[in-house]
C-alpha cells in the first residue's frame, strides 16, 4: 500500500511545523528575556547591598589602619548612623535571596545589627586583637548572600 502525498498537504505540514518552530522561539526569547531581566537585577540589588556596606567598611579599615582606640565613639555613632540604609539595602536585596536562605540572611543582618549598636568596645570582648575584624565579619556575613 502505497500512499502519496498531495502537494497541499506537504504545504499543510510544513506550515504546521513553520508555526510550532515560531511558536517555540517566542516562548524561549520570552524566558531568555525574562532570565536576563531577572539576572540584571539581582546584580543591580547585589550593588546596592554592597555600596550601602561600602563606608562603614572603609572606616572600619581606616580606624584599624590608625589603630584607633576601640572605646572611640564616632566610629560607633559612624555605624548606628548607617544603620537605616543598610537595613534599607537589606531589605531591598531580600527577594533575590534564595527562600532556603532567608532565614539565615536574617540572622545575619540581626547579627550586624547587635554588633554595631553594641559598638568596638565590646567588639572588642569576641576579638581583643581585632575588634573591627569583629565587625567586619558581620557585614560580610551579610554580604555573602550576593555572592551566588
Not at 566610629?75 to 532567608?102: C, T
Not at 545575619?108 to 565579619?137: I, S
Amino acid at each position: 500500500m502505497k500512499y502519496e502525498l498531495a502537494p497541499y498537504d506537504i504545504a499543510l505540514i510544513a506550515g504546521g511545523f513553520t508555526v510550532l518552530g515560531a511558536l517555540i522561539s517566542t516562548l524561549f526569547g520570552y524566558w531568555l528575556a525574562k532570565m536576563l531581566a531577572s539576572h540584571t537585577a539581582r546584580i543591580n540589588a547585589c550593588a546596592q547591598l554592597r555600596a550601602a556596606f561600602a563606608p562603614a567598611l572603609v572606616r572600619l579599615d581606616t580606624d584599624r589602619a590608625k589603630r584607633q582606640f576601640p572605646d572611640d565613639p564616632a566610629i560607633d555613632a559612624f555605624l548606628r548612623e548607617g544603620l537605616d540604609q543598610h537595613a534599607l539595602a537589606v531589605e531591598k536585596f531580600r527577594p533575590f535571596v534564595r527562600n532556603g536562605d532567608k532565614a539565615s540572611y536574617q540572622r545575619a543582618f540581626e547579627r550586624y545589627r547587635q554588633a554595631a549598636n553594641d559598638g568596638l568596645l565590646v567588639a572588642t570582648a569576641h576579638e581583643k586583637n581585632d575588634p573591627w575584624k569583629f565587625l567586619e565579619d558581620k557585614i560580610h556575613d551579610v554580604l555573602q548572600f550576593g555572592n551566588t
